[in-house]
């Protein structure tokens, strides 16, 4: 490889339109390597960082109660291709892996319906659980919530995956490229949203969510069909799929935090860790025994410490000393997100 010093030497000797096509290359070189590094996402499930969420985790105290499906197309440029066949309205209802899943097909939806109300708690809110079986073949859908059936408000969502080269059906995406999308984490691990995320929406109301709506990602990268992200990235997933298990297969969405009606059963849950937002203090467990660890939003371990039972000191309390941010706690079989505004 050329030093520097050499680099600039055989620089300065092309010619002036060489110097600033190849400046130009080096500049979008280098921007490109810079956001590819920086820009990066919670990894898969199992890794150090993920945030990804097991279907039998003792934090999940409901699931969906109702379930309304309007299917898509095979392949939503073949208007005689039909529509995705595979499960029924009954597979989306209960806890995960529990009544197989259902289909969407490409654009389909599905509305789920919660009773009682999920609520905007500490951390993760809900999750949705997919039936891929692989950690990097990923089928997306989007993922909005309503109060009232009538306002929808959409999650923010991100996806760095390269638009050039169409995934095909059976293709890889990297679960670290994306970010706020079902379908995330292979089964039996769910993708989870916090409905903080959304507090600035004033068409919905947070502490009252009683519907979930997912609609599947049109992977496509052709513009006339496929689908953006929050940035207006084209979203590239496995397309076409012109099986009757076409586009997003919903297994369950599992409920984190919900309105009171279910308040004692969530008491009975021995939840390992919790986070309070007011005091920025996370408060442990010591019937659980594990190491605490914190992760950036890149999935980078910041944080971690062994705890174990302290006589006398059924909680303990611990307040991160880090930089203003985001961050995702680790304990037990436990991950809650939390949000510090400050820096100790």
């Not at 898969?44 to 197309?73: E, M, V």
């Not at 609520?119 to 039936?131: I, L, P, S, W």
Request: charged share 15%.
């Amino acid at each position: 490889m050329q030093s520097l010093p050499a680099l600039l030497i055989y620089f300065q000797y092309l010619p002036v339109r060489r110097q600033i096509r190849t400046a130009m290359l080096l500049l979008n070189t280098c921007w490109i390597f810079t956001n590819t590094a920086l820009a990066q996402f919670a990894p898969a499930a199992g890794k150090p960082g993920s945030t990804a969420i097991k279907a039998d985790s003792s934090c999940f105290i409901n699931w969906a109660s109702k379930c309304h499906i309007q299917r898509g197309l095979k392949q939503i440029n073949v208007p005689d291709s039909g529509f995705a066949s595979v499960g029924s309205e009954l597979s989306a209802i209960g806890p995960a892996s529990s009544n197989g899943v259902v289909s969407l097909g490409d654009g389909g939806i599905a509305t789920l319906t919660f009773n009682p109300p999920i609520t905007n708690g500490e951390g993760f809110d809900f999750a949705v659980f997919e039936n891929t079986f692989l950690d990097t073949f990923l089928e997306l859908a989007f993922v909005e919530v309503s109060s009232d059936s009538l306002s929808w408000a959409r999650f923010p969502n991100t996806s760095l995956t390269q638009n050039t080269q169409q995934t095909q059906a059976f293709g890889f995406t990297q679960p670290t490229q994306i970010h706020n999308l079902a379908g995330k984490y292979r089964h039996p691990y769910g993708t989870p949203f916090d409905l903080q995320d959304l507090a600035m929406m004033s068409n919905i109301r947070i502490n009252e969510i009683r519907y979930v709506r997912l609609i599947d990602v049109v992977g496509s990268i052709d513009t006339i069909w496929g689908k953006k992200d929050s940035y207006q990235n084209i979203i590239n997933d496995p397309w076409p799929t012109p099986f009757p298990s076409s586009g997003f297969d919903l297994d369950a969405v599992g409920v984190i935090h919900q309105q009171a009606g279910m308040a004692v059963i969530q008491n009975q849950i021995p939840r390992a860790i919790w986070f309070d937002q007011q005091t920025e203090t996370l408060f442990i467990a010591s019937r659980h025994t594990g190491t605490l660890e914190i992760f950036n939003v890149q999935g980078i371990r910041v944080f971690g410490e062994s705890h174990s039972i302290q006589s006398g000191h059924p909680i303990q309390q611990f307040k991160p000393t880090l930089r203003a941010g985001t961050y995702v706690a680790k304990y037990g079989n436990q991950s809650i997100k939390i949000i510090l505004t400050s820096t100790r």
